[in-house]
């Protein structure tokens, strides 16, 4: 699990960085603006992995997730994150071949979230795409972060957070809907 210590570059409320790193503690402490990503893995078939949230996540959880989600740390960029946070939260090595523009960037949108006084989290998200075919059997999942992963068709994770199973920073779902459905 990251530690409230991580530190991340806090942003203005436009998303563009101040250059100076604070404490994930304190951001979500003070609701200070920074970055994150999220990233879709996507199958032949057009199914995207999903995964719920352990239930000793801090926010959120028990709820399903889209494939892989995490803070941009301190003095990274936000493909090689999306990269590194694929073997961090599923434990997939990602082939010798890939390249950082093999992360389609699909867009980016801000969230707020307030849990409570003490939690306010204000996030600029990057949303990627990354196609790959592997099977449920490979991924090793870290147990302190995911508790369980599956495949789904963009039509049930559509209807899973209509039912409120989902984490409710959704604005992605539409864009990975249309993106899917077009082909």
Known sequence: MKQSGELLEVCNENGVGLGYPETRGNVHKKGLWHRAIIVALVNDENQILIQK???????????????????????HDAVSCAASEVMEE?????PKGVQ???????????????LSDEFIENQFYDFFIYNCNIPLSAF???????????????????TMAEQGLFHPRTEWINVLYNYITKF
């Open 90 to 94: 599923v434990g997939q090595m990602l």
């Open 140 to 158: 090793h999942l870290q147990k302190d972060e995911v508790e369980e992963i599956r495949y789904a068709t963009a039509f049930e994770i559509k």
């Open 53 to 75: 949230r352990a239930k000793t996540k801090e926010k959120f959880p028990g709820l399903w997730d889209l494939s892989v989600a995490g803070h941009i740390p301190f003095g």
């Open 100 to 114: 950082l523009k093999d992360f389609r960037f699909m867009t980016s949108f801000r969230s707020q979230l307030s």
